[in-house]
């Protein structure tokens, strides 16, 4: 499985910003689809992610509220749809794919074998 990241930039404090992730080179069935950040000096985390088969999501406690996934299987992309953003969310931002996914392993960065090259999202004050 391929994975293709897009849709970063710079906003402003308080605006909105949608990743999407194209997934390419196999079926997804089964999968369970990450978005993951990392930001300047510090480790990479989770942040939201999805079953592929059901749809049902996970999201990191924090981040509950102001960002959404979803999954559109006739693209076969996931996006990440982040709103009211805040300095704080600066980072690279990655999908990942796994499959076989569990409940259990969707926010575990380590369960991943598969990672788009990430996205920068910039948000400025």
């Known amino acids: 499985v391929q994975l293709q990241a897009s849709g970063g930039g710079l906003v402003l404090a308080g605006g909105s910003l949608r990743l999407s992730c194209v997934a390419s080179?196999?079926?997804?069935?089964?999968?369970?689809m990450g978005w993951f950040r990392q930001a300047p000096g510090k480790e990479r985390e989770f942040v939201a992610g999805?079953?592929?088969?059901?749809?049902?999501?996970m999201y990191a406690e924090s981040l509950k509220g102001r960002f959404t996934i979803s999954r559109d299987v006739t693209k076969n992309t996931v996006y990440l749809q982040m709103n009211s953003l805040k300095p704080e969310d600066t980072g690279v931002y990655y999908c990942?794919?796994?499959?076989?996914?569990?409940?259990?392993?969707?926010?575990?960065?380590?369960?991943?074998?598969?990672w788009g090259q990430g996205t920068l999202v910039t948000v400025s004050s």
């Open positions: 080179g196999g079926t997804l069935s089964g999968y369970g």
């Open positions: 999805i079953k592929w088969t059901g749809g049902s999501t």
């Open positions: 990942a794919a796994k499959p076989r996914i569990i409940t259990s392993s969707i926010g575990v960065s380590s369960q991943y074998p598969y």
